[in-house]
């Protein structure tokens, strides 16, 4: 079973910065698969971040940013605003299990 | 503007079946890759199936907790994309999204990349 590893939680105060790690293996990103990364908000729909390890899509703060290395990838939320607080996950593929895999899940916390 | 709306969760026991749908409009829905991805009460995301559009063959995969009891099923003229699912287990209690796909081109062959446009997810509750 794949397993793509996130902090349970992150916190920090309004206007800071705050990094979520996404920890893979040789299967997954560190077989040189992308990874993406994901908004989760109470009863919304999840919401795409940033594609391709460092892209985001049209409408999405330039707040948000990721970067990829080896087997791991982050993503940082700098200027935090309150309403960034929401489950985020990571997501890449695995070539041993031929599945998209998602990270464990970070749950941030705006102080 | 690209919705997904999922519809058929509930309450079933365990051994039974239920049927989701998801009415895709905004896009053009025969040409798109199409997946299920659940959240499990207190877990994470977790793909579950896929298909390819008609025209690229309609192949569909399966992650192993649900191959042999999921299928996965897609009709164009209605915009809707459908998850069969049989067998249902406790551990199946979760909330059912469906995703478009994105997917890059390399060597001459397509291959699954992200998920870009979410529905809101279909409760499914599996219990005695």
């Known amino acids: 079973q794949s397993v793509v590893t996130q902090p349970p939680s992150v916190s920090g105060a309004p206007g800071q910065t705050v990094t979520i790690s996404c920890t893979g293996s040789r299967s997954t990103i560190g077989a040189g698969y992308d990874v993406h990364w994901y908004q989760l908000l109470p009863g919304t729909a999840p919401k795409l971040l940033i594609y391709g390890n460092n892209n985001r899509p049209s409408g999405v703060p330039d707040r948000f940013s990721g970067s990829k290395s080896g087997t791991s990838a982050s993503l940082a939320i700098s200027g935090l605003q309150a309403e960034d607080e929401a489950d985020y996950y990571c997501q890449s593929y695995d070539s041993d299990l031929s599945a998209f895999v998602f990270g464990t899940g970070t749950k941030v916390n705006v102080l | 503007e690209v919705l997904l709306a999922e519809s058929g969760g509930g309450l079933v026991k365990p051994g039974g079946s239920l049927r989701l749908s998801c009415e895709a409009s905004?896009?053009?829905?025969?040409?798109?890759?199409m997946s299920w991805v659940r959240r499990a009460p207190g877990k994470g995301l977790e793909w579950i199936s896929h298909?390819?559009?008609?025209?690229?063959?309609?192949?569909?995969d399966y992650a192993a907790p649900v191959k042999g009891r999921f299928i996965i099923s897609r009709d164009d003229s209605k915009n809707t994309l459908y998850l069969q699912m049989n067998s249902l287990k406790t551990e199946d209690t979760a909330l059912y999204y469906c995703?478009?796909?994105?997917?890059?081109?390399?060597?001459?062959?397509?291959?699954?990349?992200?998920?870009?446009?979410w529905g809101q997810g279909s409760l499914v509750t599996v219990s005695s």
């Open positions: 905004g896009f053009t829905f025969s040409n798109a890759w």
């Open positions: 995703a478009t796909e994105s997917n890059y081109y390399s060597g001459g062959s397509y291959y699954p990349y992200f998920f870009d446009h």
């Open positions: 298909i390819k559009p008609n025209s690229d063959g309609g192949a569909r």
